[in-house]
């Protein structure tokens, strides 16, 4: 079964001068368990609309999307956010991170939203946190690490939820060269244990850790393939 089922999504914004303007042109996608998908196309393309609605975080003006084999349009929000939690694990440009909080409590505080039980939560948090070499930081503000730990954090938080998929737009965005190769090296090893990964960059070097490419223009996919 694929993770992800697109047909015939299209996304259209109504301005407040009443214009209607098509953001995403019936986009056909479908992504199997395991694969490792870099999305590029130029700013304003439709990529973090596209990657929105992946997420469940916004639904389609029109188009059929399933996610791990469920319909999403029959889904009521609740219900979209319990399947989102189970399902799908976020990293951003920006390492969201909420500043007030312990690394830990970044990592830990999604799964209370899931329901699980608190030594559940910390168990995980230090355990991925571990897994991302940051185990001595579990107690520090997000301020206290440099943008490369930030997302490591982040991408320790998305790992907490188990998640089937990871969705990643621009997560090297902040980063130097080093750094984001830091970074995708961690992608690489987390798709190795089988994850899916969908990652939207700009950066040509970013997107060759990818095997599949797909390109997007003016709200259309007009290549998807493999990476060259
Ligand atoms: N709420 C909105 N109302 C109207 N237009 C919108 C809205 N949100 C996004 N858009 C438009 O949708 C288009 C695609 O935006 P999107 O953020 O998906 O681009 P992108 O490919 O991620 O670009 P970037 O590389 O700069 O992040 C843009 O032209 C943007 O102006
Ligand atoms: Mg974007």
Redo the contacts with the bound molecule.
């Keep these: 079964m694929a993770v992800i089922e697109m047909s015939g999504i299209r996304k259209d ?1 109504i ?1 407040s001068s009443g214009v209607t ?1 098509p ?1 995403l042109k019936s986009i056909d996608l479908i992504i199997e368990p395991g694969e490792f998908v870099a999305i590029m ?10 990657m929105n609605i992946l997420g469940t975080l916004d639904r389609p003006s029109s188009g059929l999307y399933y996610l791990d084999g469920e319909d999403t349009s029959i889904y009521d929000d609740e219900a979209l956010a319990n399947l989102r939690n189970n399902t799908i694990g976020f990293v951003f440009q920006g390492f969201n991170l909420l500043p007030r909080r312990s690394i830990a409590d970044n990592v830990a505080l999604p799964l209370f939203y899931g329901g699980e039980e608190f030594k559940e939560r910390m168990w995980r948090a230090d355990y991925y946190l571990g897994q991302m070499g940051l185990a001595k930081y579990r107690d520090y503000l997000p301020s206290q690490l440099s943008g490369g730990q930030q997302q490591r954090v982040a991408i320790a938080r998305a790992l907490a939820g188990e998640p089937t998929l990871i969705l990643a737009d ?1 997560p090297t965005g902040n980063l130097d060269s080093h750094t984001s190769d830091e970074i995708m090296n961690l992608f690489t090893n987390i798709n190795k244990e089988g994850i899916t990964i969908i990652l ?1 960059t ?1 950066e040509q070097d970013v997107a060759n850790y990818a095997q599949r490419l797909i390109q ?1 223009k003016d709200g259309e996919v007009i290549y998807d393939g493999p990476m060259y």
Excluded at 41 to 50: N, V
Aim: proline residues 0%.
């Design positions: 914004y301005l303007v953001i196309g130029s700013s304003g393309a439709g990529k973090s609309t596209l621009e939207v700009h997007v």
